[in-house]
């Protein structure tokens, strides 16, 4: 009996080239297509945004906080507030993960949505869930990121989806524990590069990281090595 599949041609049946295909060409598609067919409608509330507010930054707080020192680290209120506000967030989504039924039931999910499914877990309701509460975060992050900047301008997002991009491809797709620890190693990356490039081009370590990974471990540090068809 011989499989046929859109995803499994015949010059794909060895199983290095099919793996490199699925575990490096598969996601690097994916992150292109991603950008050139949501483009029109990035760029649609981009310049929507910049035709009603400018182009310039926006200030939250007209006047500029106070610094203090906080051991080594210099630092302000707004910015204090902000990080244990995601220490906080952190620590719950953690919880909520490993503690509560809700949770094992998300990450059985995110495992196996069929055999979750026939163990009497509704997926739907799973699914619209964990959707309203990634975008309840997002928004947050959004306050918290305009916070800590003190302003926003039209752009703002687009700055940093590299980094997001790197960081959870990192971490491993599909991985709570793994976006957390990619967004940890490339926001430290990203920050301390500038000591030894220019700091326009501190952003270039995380593209750096994300073909490092994309070729020597295209899984992630958390993912589980899968084959596409």
């Given at each position: 009996h011989q499989k046929l599949h859109w995803m499994n041609p015949p010059f794909f049946r060895t199983n290095l080239i099919h793996d490199?295909?699925?575990?490096?060409?598969?996601?690097?598609a994916l992150f292109f297509l991603f950008f050139f067919l949501f483009q029109p409608i990035r760029k649609f509330f981009f310049y929507t945004f910049q035709f009603f507010f400018g182009g310039d930054i926006k200030g939250i707080v007209k006047s500029v906080p106070?610094?203090?020192q906080l051991g080594p680290i210099t630092t302000d209120m707004p910015t204090l507030v902000s990080a244990l506000i995601a220490i906080c967030v952190i620590v719950g989504v953690t919880l909520f993960l490993y503690k509560t039924r809700l949770g094992r039931a998300t990450r059985a999910v995110s495992d196996n949505a069929a055999l979750a499914a026939a163990s009497g877990i509704n997926v739907d309701q799973v699914v619209r869930v964990v959707w309203i509460l990634s975008c309840a975060m997002a928004a947050l992050s959004g306050v918290l990121l305009g916070v800590?900047?003190?302003?926003?301008?039209w752009n703002t997002g687009a700055t940093l989806i590299?980094?997001?991009?790197?960081?959870?491809?990192?971490?491993?797709l599909g991985t709570a524990?793994?976006?957390l620890i990619g967004s940890l190693v490339i926001g430290i990356v990203a920050d301390m590069s500038s000591l030894v490039i220019?700091?326009?081009?501190?952003?270039?370590?995380?593209?750096?990281i994300l073909i490092i990974v994309l070729l020597v471990r295209p899984q992630g540090i958390f993912?589980?090595?899968q084959r596409v068809g």
């Amino acid at each position: 009996h011989q499989k046929l599949h859109w995803m499994n041609p015949p010059f794909f049946r060895t199983n290095l080239i099919h793996d490199t295909f699925s575990m490096f060409f598969f996601p690097l598609a994916l992150f292109f297509l991603f950008f050139f067919l949501f483009q029109p409608i990035r760029k649609f509330f981009f310049y929507t945004f910049q035709f009603f507010f400018g182009g310039d930054i926006k200030g939250i707080v007209k006047s500029v906080p106070d610094s203090f020192q906080l051991g080594p680290i210099t630092t302000d209120m707004p910015t204090l507030v902000s990080a244990l506000i995601a220490i906080c967030v952190i620590v719950g989504v953690t919880l909520f993960l490993y503690k509560t039924r809700l949770g094992r039931a998300t990450r059985a999910v995110s495992d196996n949505a069929a055999l979750a499914a026939a163990s009497g877990i509704n997926v739907d309701q799973v699914v619209r869930v964990v959707w309203i509460l990634s975008c309840a975060m997002a928004a947050l992050s959004g306050v918290l990121l305009g916070v800590y900047l003190n302003g926003i301008s039209w752009n703002t997002g687009a700055t940093l989806i590299l980094l997001m991009f790197a960081a959870v491809t990192l971490g491993g797709l599909g991985t709570a524990n793994g976006a957390l620890i990619g967004s940890l190693v490339i926001g430290i990356v990203a920050d301390m590069s500038s000591l030894v490039i220019p700091n326009d081009m501190r952003y270039a370590s995380a593209l750096a990281i994300l073909i490092i990974v994309l070729l020597v471990r295209p899984q992630g540090i958390f993912g589980k090595q899968q084959r596409v068809g």
